[in-house]
């Protein structure tokens, strides 16, 4: 093949086929209330005669800001600037879809006490917004975006990573924005620690004969937000995505074929990726593995993984020492449903895992699979992790009396920055309880998302300033 | 039929105008996509060049060369949105965990390196590439669409050809250095 050859395929094959159908829509509204520019006379040509449009709309967005400034320091004046509780310890971000049949979502934060305010999206628009992670420090918020709905798992397009600064008032402003492909879906990215980096799986809608429509991913991106500098680790399957406390390396979930997935078959394991000279090193005996959090201090990655030569899907909890390459199992036995995986707490002396069933291993299906137990394990002396010298709490696994209770059984658990409190993501509720199981248990917000599936989803929903001062409540919703 | 539509919208019809609009849009978004390489910037650019289009059109003095015209337009739309926006340019590399073999691999890594080759190009350069390989108009076509002289229009061809080769060899270069290892 030529040359050029190549490129004119290339280019065909880049192109896209239709135009948005919104894009022509959009463009007749606005020639319909645009004049045209009239020839006065043959040879010569008049400036337009219509009053510049883009000095209207100047004129108008300059009138417009100065009002919502006026408005926004009265509000900020009369608005009460403390948080009414300090349990949630900053404010959640989660996705929330708009009315059937679109699916589509966008993004909200919500505190204790206040109101959930949309600060991504709008009501009645086309794009998917979804998988909110906030960066350690607050102040960004990185989020995945993509035209169309994933409803029925046909995939969205245009799918991009989206790094937005967000200022005192938790107003979005997109900063950056990583396009991943046409037919992928939004991408949900994890911040390094020090904020330096993002990672991402790019996931995609495949449709094979063996199991119909399902979702993989094909490459992990790396993004390093200095430059905007990207590496692509191709043919990595990831079913989880996890940074080192120092953010020198990923650690990845990784299978080896489209089979990854691992609702399809578990042929995962660990890879450390490093990310100054893109060397990865496979953790000997990860097979397996699909849900990983590494150590605040460094030393260590838990990990569940499929009980070797089991055949009715049982899983473990495994403790994997980096210094020497041991582990150990912390529980076995135990099924998952969407899997939560383990996630370490910020102060490194508890771990957080769900089990499905583990009483009664002779029906490893209904009715008892609904049962979803959420355990904490906190280490033994010594910083000891063996299973002998652990302490397990099981949580409740209801809220609320006669009529109310409500089932405790998330899709997704994550830890409040200061370790004190857990968030479940569960059928769509937000609930916030406290690791020791006791206390109360609050509701943040009843119609959201749950952000569950298969692939790697940002556990960093939950964010705060570090000053303490700024209040995302401080402008009007 | 076009040609009727044309010359109803420079007389002030706005319905032949979407009519134009709707025959050529699906293909202006082509067009300013490979240019932009931005999907958002791509819509801008379009309804921007259409506006402009709708706007202008009374000025256009042959029918016959508003495709060329709107070429023109777009182009010029697409520089002047990539400009506005100050927009995220990153550069990216390609890095695997498993070793790759076949000519499917292969085929794979030079797309991916074209795409790269390509996004390194300024905007004169991919808008004479795409209008000369994607659009199909000839190089002196190329050079009235865009209101340079031909030389020019050459001139841009051929080091924009001649970056996505040297892209292209530097890959095959580099897979054959990294085949040497031990």
Known sequence: MTHERMVTDWLHDEAPPRAPERLLEATVRAVAVRPQERVLWRGRRSRTQAPSTRAQALTLAVIGAGLLGVLAVLASVSRDREPTNDVTNGWVAFTKSQEDPDLVGDIYLVREGRPARRIVGWQGDEVDERCPALSPDGARLAYGRAVGSDYGGRGHTGAALVIADLDPAGNAVAAMEVEVGGDARPPCAIWAPDGRHVAFAVGRSIDSIEHGFTTTTDAVWIVRLEDGAITRVQDTFATDLEWAPDGSRLAIASGTSLQGHRAIVPTTEIRLFAITNAESRLLPGTWGANWISWSPDGRRIAYERDVPGSEVDERELVMHELDGDTEHVIATGYHTNQGIGPAWSPTGDRLVYQRICTTNLEMPTMPCREEHDVVVVTSGPGDSWRAEDVTVSVMPQSHGLGASVRPLWPFRVTWSPDGQSLLYDAFGTLFVVRPSGEGPVSILVEDADPEAGGLTVPIQVWGRRPDGAADMWSAPP | ?182
């Open chain 2, 1 to 182: 039929m076009r040609h009727d539509l044309i010359e109803r919208a420079q007389r002030g019809d706005r319905d032949a105008f979407g009519q134009l609009a709707a025959q050529d849009i699906d293909h202006l978004h082509a067009v300013a996509r490979l240019i932009l390489r931005d999907p958002h910037l791509a819509e801008d650019a379009v309804q921007e060049a259409l506006i402009r289009c709708w706007r202008q059109l009374p000025r256009l003095r042959a029918v016959d060369a508003y495709d060329g015209w709107v070429y023109r337009i777009l182009v010029r739309a697409a520089y002047d949105e990539s400009q506005r926006r100050r927009r995220f340019a990153s550069h990216l590399r390609t890095v695997s965990i498993e070793p790759q073999v076949g000519d499917e691999t292969r085929l794979v890594a030079d797309r991916d390196e074209l795409a790269r080759g390509f996004e390194q190009l300024s905007l004169d350069h991919r808008a004479v590439v795409v209008l000369h390989h994607y659009v199909g108009l000839s190089l002196p076509a190329v050079a009235q669409a865009l209101a340079i002289p031909t030389g020019t229009a050459k001139s841009r061809y051929f080091y924009a050809m001649g970056a996505l080769r040297a892209a292209l060899d530097a890959d095959v270069r580099l897979a054959i250095t990294d085949g040497a290892r031990p």
